[in-house]
């Protein structure tokens, strides 16, 4: 059986993906320009959005 990774995640999927405890800083990220997609089923973050984003902000 073959697993594979989720692209998209939840709010609280993405948190632990960027390695934060808390909502006010994952909404200080989406306000520095962090993309979230808006689906009828709820918000998504892409994997590929975190990385860039982050990568940004590397020194």
């Known amino acids: 059986m ?28 989406m306000a520095l320009g962090l993309k979230v997609t808006m689906t009828p089923f709820g918000s998504k973050i892409d994997k590929q959005d975190i990385d860039e984003f982050l990568k940004q902000y590397k020194m």
């Open 2 to 29: 073959e697993v594979t990774e989720k692209r998209y995640l939840n709010y609280k999927e993405a948190m632990k993906y960027m390695g934060i405890g808390s909502y006010n800083t994952l909404h200080k990220y």
